[in-house]
Nanobody, 118 residues
């Protein structure tokens, strides 16, 4: 089992920046990878960015160049730095992880709201 707690969401103006944090606890040594997803009202949850235990990253095309995922192993924390935010980035952002050996099962945090509006 693993628990994920997100923080850092809020209201920001278009063009602004936010940094989200996700701290994991529990079976840390079994973590396979971590990722950020988001879900806007009436839309499906979508991948934003992911990072493996080795540090390899991947991004959704619409986030490349604006968002950066990183991790701090000593704090069991993954970050999502979001720059040049747009109103269409408004969504609930969820932290996600999968554990070895069953990487078909997803663990989720409670989500943090990001609102981009003037």
């Amino acid at each position: 089992q693993v628990q994920l707690v997100e923080s850092g969401g809020g209201l920001v103006q278009p063009g602004g920046s936010l940094r989200l944090s996700c701290t994991a606890s529990g079976s840390i040594s079994r973590i396979y990878d971590m990722a950020w997803y988001r879900q806007a009202p009436g839309q499906q949850r979508e991948l934003v960015a992911g990072i493996t235990t080795g540090g390899s990253t991947n991004y959704a095309d619409s986030m490349k160049g604006r968002f950066t995922i990183s991790k701090e192993n000593t704090k069991n924390t993954v970050y999502l730095q979001m720059n040049s935010l747009k109103p269409e980035d408004t969504a609930v952002y969820y932290c996600n992880t999968r554990l070895i050996p069953d990487i078909t099962y997803d663990y989720w945090g409670q989500g943090t709201q990001v609102t981009v509006s003037s």
